[in-house]
């Protein structure tokens, strides 16, 4: 019962994160909050007032901090991240096991999904695909594809504003990253990134970032792509305060990209 009054204490911890804008700290950060988290988690195991953070805070630390450098390592943490969100998922109300089960399950299981629990199924989703995006060479991986698809448009349908405008930020991602024979598809993620943008009145960088990366090399438009990491790099730095941190991760993010930009042109 503790545990549960503690909520505030907790939630402010993860805006906290949230608002740092040094990502040094921020590195060395993450992990101890999510290990503090892990330990409450021990006296209080359903409880998604943890369980959610968990799966928020591996998901974005792995993205973050994690993948460029080590993939394997990433994968496992959104792994390990997508455990917590599925156990958060069942906590409140809805199936168990979701991302386990048969393509046939699974249509009736996410049908199930109370409203309620769409965070849950959000972060479900995000740390499944990134682990399916470092992972294309897996038949796993592979069959999971129309899994999330189904996943994230529930969510989209529910709420396109959570998490600033996540469900339209994942479709960007989710078509413009693969190919058209691995069901990419350039103009829906032109269409999901541009209404991310319209949504967050362009504050959320990292949907620039991300459009550049992946729309806008998949259609070798390096117009576009310069035009969105510029505006990266020049926005001010309280742009967002409520996600400065994922400002300043995109806004490194997008320093590399253009270094390396006449790799991709």
């Avoid at 994922?246 to 320093?255: I, L, S, Y």
């Amino acid at each position: 019962m503790a545990i549960r009054f503690a909520s505030p204490l907790m939630q402010g911890q993860v805006a906290s994160i949230h608002e740092e804008s040094d990502l040094k700290l921020a590195d060395s950060a993450i992990p101890a909050g999510i290990k503090m988290l892990e330990g409450l988690l021990k006296s209080d195991p359903e409880n998604p007032e943890l369980l959610l953070p968990l799966a928020e805070g591996l998901c974005n630390y792995a993205f973050s901090f994690v993948e460029d450098e080590n993939p394997e390592r990433a994968s496992r943490l959104y792994l390990r991240g997508r455990t917590y969100a599925t156990r958060a998922m069942a906590a409140m109300g809805g199936p168990s096991g979701l991302t386990e089960l048969t393509q046939e399950k699974f249509k009736n299981a996410l049908a199930s999904v109370p409203e309620s629990a769409m965070p849950s199924l959000y972060w479900t989703g995000r740390c499944w695909a990134g682990w399916l995006m470092l992972n294309l060479d897996d038949l796993e991986a592979l069959a999971a594809i129309s899994k999330l698809e189904s996943a994230m448009a529930r969510v989209l349908e529910w709420d396109a504003t959570f998490d600033y405008a996540g469900p339209h930020v994942f479709f960007g991602s989710f078509y413009g990253s693969r190919t058209k024979l691995l069901g990419g598809d350039p103009e829906k993620s032109k269409h999901h990134f541009d209404h991310a943008i319209q949504l967050t009145d362009g504050k959320f960088l990292m949907a620039h970032f991300l459009y550049a990366k992946l729309y806008a090399v998949r259609v070798q438009d390096r117009k576009l792509f310069e035009e969105l990491l510029e505006k990266v790099m020049q926005s001010p730095l309280d742009e967002l305060p409520g996600r400065r941190l994922a400002n300043e991760v995109a806004r490194e993010k997008a320093r590399v990209l253009l270094e390396d930009a006449d790799v991709y042109f």
